[in-house]
C-alpha cells in the first residue's frame, strides 16, 4: 500500500451504477466502480463529445493505452454526454479512429458531481483526472482548465511511481521520477542534504 492516503472512498461508491460504451465490441452496457477492485483505476473526466481538445486528449490517451494496461491500471474516460453521443463522436471524429477505451455516460452528473468536477452552468465535466489504488484509495487528483489538454506521459509516470512507493515502503520519488532513476528514503539524516542524495 502507498504510504499515505489522500482520500478513502467510502465503499458505497463502489455501488453506483452508470452506461458505458464500448468502442471495442460496439456495444453498451451497465456497469459499476464496483467492477474495477482488482487494478488502479484512472477515471479521466472530459468536458463534451464535438468539441476540441477533447478528442486530442481522448487520442494520445488511446495511443499510450496498452502501455497504462501495462502498468496494472485500467482507465475510464467519463462525460455527461450519452453513449449514442460517444458512439457516433467515434464514427466521426477522425483522430478517433481505432478508440479502445471504454466511454462512461455520466448523464445524470453523479460521478461527475462525487468527484467534483462538475460545472453547474454548463452541466459538463472539468477535466479531472483521478488514480484510484487497488485498494480504493484516491492517489492522485489533477484537474486542468478547460482549453489545455493533459499529458498521457505524465499520467503513465505517476501511475509507475505510485506502483513503485506501493511496492517499495519508505521511498519516495523526487519530481520528474521515471522509472530506473534514483529515489529517496526520507529520514533526519538526509534533511537539507537531498541533493547530495541524489547524486
Given at each position: ?113 462525487l468527484f467534483g ?36 506521459g505524465e499520467l ?7 506502483e513503485f512507493v ?34
Amino acid at each position: 500500500m502507498e504510504n499515505t492516503t489522500i482520500i478513502q472512498l467510502e465503499s458505497t461508491i463502489d455501488l453506483l451504477s452508470f452506461d458505458i460504451y464500448d468502442p471495442t465490441s460496439d456495444t453498451v452496457g451497465k456497469k459499476s466502480l464496483g467492477d474495477f477492485t482488482d487494478k488502479r483505476l484512472v477515471l479521466f473526466f472530459y468536458p463534451a463529445d464535438f468539441t476540441f481538445v477533447c478528442p486530442t486528449e481522448l487520442k494520445d490517451l488511446n495511443t499510450a493505452y496498452q502501455e497504462i494496461q501495462d502498468t496494472k491500471a485500467e482507465i475510464l474516460v467519463i462525460s455527461t454526454d450519452t453513449v449514442f453521443s460517444h458512439k457516433r463522436w467515434i464514427e466521426t471524429e477522425k483522430l478517433l479512429e481505432n478508440f479502445k477505451i471504454q466511454m462512461v455516460s455520466d448523464r445524470n452528473a453523479e460521478l461527475s458531481k462525487l468527484f467534483g468536477v462538475i460545472n453547474m452552468q454548463s452541466w459538463n465535466a472539468a477535466r479531472g483526472t483521478f488514480i484510484i489504488s487497488p485498494d480504493r484509495v484516491i492517489k492522485s487528483i489533477e484537474i486542468v482548465t478547460e482549453p489545455i489538454g493533459r499529458s498521457s506521459g505524465e499520467l503513465i509516470r505517476k501511475i509507475r511511481a505510485l506502483e513503485f512507493v506501493r511496492s517499495n515502503p519508505g521511498l519516495a520519488c523526487p519530481a520528474s521520477w521515471n522509472t530506473g532513476e534514483k529515489t529517496l528514503q526520507p529520514s533526519i539524516k538526509i534533511a537539507g542534504h537531498v541533493g547530495e542524495e541524489l547524486q
